[in-house]
């Protein structure tokens, strides 16, 4: 799927006349429980691109080569860039930073989000988890108003609940709201990162759902997110359902090979 952009500039204009959000409306009800989804690299086959992007933006602003600094962004990926780049170069001025990353945000619209589209079988899962009674919502450290024009475009945003991004706080925060309404549902982040695994570990009650990732120079193994506390693990998200029904109701999942930790049983 490719996008223009032109495409995506029409989309940056549309942003400029969006309302500021507020904080995310209370669903009429949570039948099952709620899945909370990363959106950059577990329901959008973006990340080659948006590390390409931060690889060049880290070398031409702090020197780094390109294909180090590529590893360092996809190394601690899961944290919103600003953050990334605090822990990366603590020492360098903040100006710089802060200038660092508002380049960032703009070529990842342009060069990222204009070509990158979900991986193929998220259209079809999200729509099982739908009837299955789930509740879903995405979670991201960028910017709210352009992960909703991304969900648009693709057809997602529908199945969908609410959006959360950086102007709703950090994805712990996300995540603390939805433990706080609903303590006794069930709390499934979805994320393809360390950064994912441990921040649900960090809320009681929260499962955590890793994507697994290969790209060149770079992998990141089911097994690897498992050691950092995924219930279950995979290269692709077409096993989710059958995961999520294993772990809500602890049945045997259809697949074998899996590891998925049952978390309260009926």
Do not use: C, N
């Amino acid at each position: 799927m490719v996008k223009t952009t032109a495409g995506a500039t029409s989309h940056r204009s549309e942003i400029a006349r969006l309302p500021d959000r507020r904080p995310p409306p209370t669903p009429v009800r949570v039948e099952r429980g709620v899945v909370i989804f990363d959106l950059d690299g577990t329901l959008l086959d973006d990340l080659a691109l948006i590390s390409q992007v931060a690889g060049d933006v880290m070398h031409r602003t702090f020197g780094t080569p390109p294909d180090e600094a590529r590893i360092h962004y996809l190394a601690t990926t899961g944290l919103p860039f600003e953050a990334q780049l605090a822990q990366l170069y603590p020492t360098a001025p903040a100006e710089l930073r802060a200038a660092a990353a508002a380049t960032f945000h703009q070529r990842k619209v342009t060069e990222a989000y204009a070509h990158a589209g979900p991986f193929p079988e998220v259209p079809g899962v999200l729509k099982r988890l739908a009837q299955a009674r789930w509740t879903l919502v995405v979670s991201t450290g960028g910017e709210t108003e352009m992960a909703e024009l991304v969900l648009e475009r693709e057809g997602l945003r529908f199945w969908f609940e609410d959006v959360l991004g950086s102007r709703e706080g950090t994805k712990r925060e996300h995540l603390a709201e939805y433990q706080r309404r609903y303590p006794d549902v069930p709390r499934i982040l979805v994320g393809d990162s360390r950064f994912d695994m441990e921040t649900a570990q960090s809320l009681s009650g929260t499962v955590a759902i890793g994507r697994a990732s290969r790209l060149p120079g770079w992998a990141l193994t089911p097994g690897d997110l498992t050691q950092w506390g995924a219930a279950w693990a995979d290269y692709s998200l077409s096993g989710l359902p059958a995961a999520l029904e294993e772990i809500d109701t602890g049945t045997s999942p259809p697949r074998p090979g899996r590891r998925v930790r049952p978390t309260r049983k009926k």
